[in-house]
């Protein structure tokens, strides 16, 4: 599995994760439970950094090989 940790940064999140092999398909939902996930960053390294969306919620989760 993938583990995912997420820490706000000013105006930005941080994510960061550890677990399964690249690439890895960051993906973002507005609410829990997600009927479906958008695809937010493609990557191959273990960590991204996003805009705080301001007034709404968002989930994240990261998928790998």
């Known amino acids: 599995g993938i583990w995912l940790t997420v820490s706000g ?5 941080n ?8 690439p890895y398909v960051l993906q973002q939902a507005g609410a ?4 479906t ?5 493609t990557t191959s390294l273990q ?3 996003l805009p ?8 994240f989760r990261v998928q790998g090989q």
Do not use: E
């Open 47 to 49: 960590s991204a950094t």
């Open 32 to 35: 829990l439970p997600a009927s």
């Open 9 to 13: 940064a000013g105006t930005n999140v």
């Open 15 to 22: 994510l960061n994760w550890t677990g399964a092999s690249p």
């Open 52 to 59: 705080i969306a301001t007034n709404s919620n968002s989930f």
């Open 37 to 41: 996930w958008s695809g937010v960053a």
